[in-house]
């Protein structure tokens, strides 16, 4: 049973606008939130991670927004680069996950020159 | 900066035989992990440890073993590969901090076929 998902496999978005990226998860006791970005044939790259005591974390041009209520995450990439173009997971953790994280299908993000 | 190096970047095995993926980190991490990525499937965790000789089931473990000798060593072992194990395999690790969380840090994969 899935417990972070992904529904969008893919994204596209015009170079300098804003990228949303989302995921949503079913796990109430998930209290820390990963994003991560692999490129091809190399491994994934922790971005930015936001534990469940705030709303909102911010590092550079990426976003982080935690709603606990509607449990969903999502990522904003401001503005978007063609080098963001990339698969984006998104990871879940809580203290009853026994130091395991769970992972989301991924979201494939091209952004047009 | 962490890092994670894995053994091979591209393996091809044949059916049948035993097959071993290494991964050693540089960080004194606590945790180890090995998973799968497959398409449409995302990252399936297949075993991991949180000390030496120390081994945890994952989501996916049939068909596979794993050793843990050394802080730094994590093996994965197909014990007899079969063609659905043909995948991308990554191995990450992550330090154990008391109050605070850790992200996990990545190897650059395994690309494995099994003909």
């Known amino acids: 049973d899935q417990q972070v998902k992904q529904n969008s496999p893919s994204l596209s978005v015009q170079e300098g606008r804003i990228s949303i990226l989302n995921c949503d998860y079913t796990?109430?006791?998930?209290?820390?939130f990963l994003w991560y970005k692999k490129y091809p044939a190399e491994g994934p790259t922790f971005l930015i991670s936001?534990?469940?005591?705030?709303d909102k974390n911010e590092d550079g041009r990426f976003t982080v927004f935690l709603n606990k209520s509607a449990k969903h995450l999502s990522l904003h990439i401001v503005p978007s680069q063609p080098g963001d173009s990339a698969v984006y997971f998104c990871?879940?953790?809580?203290?009853?996950?026994?130091?395991?994280?769970?992972f989301g299908t991924g979201t494939s993000l091209t952004v047009i020159p | 900066d962490v890092k994670v190096t894995q053994s091979s970047r591209y393996l091809v095995k044949r059916t049948g035989e035993k097959v071993f993926l290494e991964c050693v980190q540089d960080?004194?991490?606590?945790?180890m992990f090995w998973y799968r990525q497959d398409p449409g499937l995302g990252l399936r965790l297949i075993y991991f440890?949180?000390?030496?000789?120390?081994?945890e089931k994952g989501d996916i473990p049939e068909g596979y073993s794993v050793s843990r000798e050394k802080k730094e060593r994590f093996s994965l072992i197909l014990e007899s590969a079969s063609t659905n194990q043909t995948s991308m395999y990554l191995c990450?690790?992550?330090?154990?901090?008391?109050?605070?969380?850790?992200?996990?840090?990545f190897g650059d994969g395994t690309r494995l076929s099994i003909l």
């Open positions: 990450a690790s992550s330090l154990v901090e008391r109050n605070s969380n850790q992200p996990q840090h």
């Open positions: 936001i534990s469940s005591i705030k």
């Open positions: 960080m004194d991490h606590e945790n």
């Open positions: 440890s949180y000390d030496v000789k120390m081994k």
């Open positions: 796990n109430s006791m998930f209290d820390y």
């Open positions: 990871a879940a953790s809580g203290p009853n996950t026994g130091n395991q994280f769970y």
